[in-house]
């Protein structure tokens, strides 16, 4: 994994989050201050892909913790209803 010293202030308030279709820590997490919207961007890449979330600076404030949790959840198979 690739860790700046900013990435390693986040990964010790927040924690490695997990790949959801390998199950493993993601490959690469980075981080960045968007000040124009006042939101905190992580990015992590596993697998060839790339995937975003954003924590705003009322989300960070008004949170006791903040933990990270799975990436790419929503790149596993979902089922299917079936039509009766």
């Known amino acids: 994994m690739n860790i700046s010293a900013q990435n390693k202030f986040d990964l010790a308030l927040h924690g490695v989050p997990l790949c959801a279709v ?36 009322m989300d960070i404030w008004d949170a006791d913790s903040i933990r990270m949790g799975q990436a790419f959840i929503d790149k596993l198979p979902q089922p299917q209803l079936e039509n009766k």
């Open 22 to 57: 390998c199950n493993k820590p993601v490959e690469r997490m980075e981080s960045l201050y968007n000040i124009n919207r006042y939101q905190k961007v992580f990015r992590v890449f596993c697998h060839g892909q790339t995937e975003d979330a954003f924590l705003s600076d």
